[in-house]
């Protein structure tokens, strides 16, 4: 394991620390008894990076197609692809908003705890619903196809 840093001496030299976290590396940080690490976003961008979505769709009776994220149980229903990818991403949005307000009672939850890589990835691009859609792709039946 890497050097584990004190918070009083972090405390002290906190410009320093949040210079040697952004430009060079990641730190874990011991207060007390607990212990966190402290990523520069292009670090967490990174570790996050392979928590991508797919949404099943399938189109329904009426013409209009339901997609449902096969990670968690968010879906909803619109009249056409691109209408339905944009409402996939702001239920996305807006669950993660949910998520990070509620955190202890959706992270302490076994069915939940593990959305938390993808409602994070998601809140820290939630000001831009092109980059959320990026994050997952459609499944259409059995056939896979990316978007």
Do not use: C
Not at 52 to 65: I, M, N, R
Not at 124 to 140: A, G, M, P, W
Request: aromatic fraction near 12%; avoid cysteine; hydrophobic fraction near 35%.
């Amino acid at each position: 394991m890497q050097t584990i840093l004190k918070s009083t001496d972090v405390r002290k030299e906190w410009g320093r620390f949040i210079d040697d976290v952004t430009r060079n590396k990641p730190a874990i940080v011991k207060r007390n008894r607990d212990l966190f690490a402290v990523f520069s976003l292009e670090q967490l961008d990174l570790i996050l990076s392979e928590y991508k979505l797919t949404a099943q769709v399938e189109q329904e009776e009426d013409g209009s197609y339901s997609g449902v994220f096969n990670e968690m149980d968010l879906m909803t229903n619109a009249s056409d692809i691109e209408s339905l990818k944009k409402e996939l991403a702001e239920i996305l949005i807006e669950y993660s908003e949910e998520y990070m307000n509620e955190f202890k009672l959706h992270y302490n939850s076994l069915n939940r705890r593990k959305h938390f890589p993808y409602v994070y990835r998601v809140s820290l691009i939630s000001d831009d619903i092109e980059k959320v859609k990026k994050l997952f792709s459609f499944t259409y039946g059995s056939e896979k196809k990316a978007s």
